[in-house]
């Protein structure tokens, strides 16, 4: 019985020697793969972490109960605020806070296209310098490539969701009052350039939580592409 536990344990260990020797030689460095490769690993990455992003937070309370990406009054309204509850006021400032989430929320699945069209459109140049930087160097790339175009197509869609809630004028009143006060940024003072704004800083955050998990274990991407390019980096 010993001989035969013996015997069981010796293959076992032999066949993850084995297996071990199959996949350090199935491994590539970044250096072994091709530019073109590289680049469309990139975009595939970011495809698959924007798809991810948007069914995270285009959801209720996909904004509102993360604490990575909820959306805040601006400036010094926060402050505010605590001084607006304690003179009974906090169920108008809970209401305004969930507005501004609940407009993220309904504005990130209807502005998927655009995030997408984004990826696909964009260049890349440098993929394998991209892909040898930090844990989260091709959402920054991304970001600082396409951050004001994508604010530009997404305001429109904010807007209609924000004044579809009915708290847009009255928020502006109030924060462009505050901002005249130096309160509050000039580029908050408006609800849905604000709105936008942190609807962008959420989906970077969240595309870039996506690759971190990405770079960690490549094999669960589910995607020979990704596998491969982002399995150069072990």
Request: proline share 3%.
């Amino acid at each position: 019985m010993q001989r035969r536990d013996f015997h069981h344990a010796a293959t076992g260990f032999a066949g993850a020697l084995l297996l071990g020797a199959w996949r350090q030689a199935q491994a590539l460095d970044l250096s072994q793969l091709t530019n073109a490769e590289a680049s469309s690993g990139v975009k595939a990455a970011l495809t698959q972490g924007a798809e991810a992003a948007v069914g995270l937070l285009g959801k209720p309370d996909g904004f509102l109960s993360n604490p990575q990406v909820r959306i805040p009054l601006p400036g010094q309204l926060a402050d505010a605020a605590k001084l607006l509850k304690r003179f009974g006021m906090g169920q108008r400032v809970e209401q305004l806070e969930t507005t501004l989430n609940r407009a993220a929320e309904a504005a990130v699945p209807e502005g998927k296209v655009v995030l997408l069209q984004a990826v696909q459109n964009m260049t890349v140049a440098d993929a394998k310098g991209i892909l040898s930087g930090g844990d989260t160097t091709v959402t920054q790339f991304f970001a600082s490539k396409t951050r004001a175009p994508l604010a530009e197509r997404f305001l429109p869609i904010v807007t209609r969701e924000t004044d579809q809630l009915g708290l847009t004028q009255q928020y502006n009143q109030l924060a462009g009052k505050a901002a005249g006060l130096g309160l509050v940024k000039a580029e908050d003072a408006n609800l849905a350039q604000y709105v936008t704004g942190k609807t962008l800083d959420g989906l970077f955050t969240t595309i870039g939580e996506q690759e971190r998990a990405l770079r960690r274990d490549p094999v669960g991407a589910g995607s020979a592409l990704l596998q491969k390019v982002f399995g150069a980096l072990q």
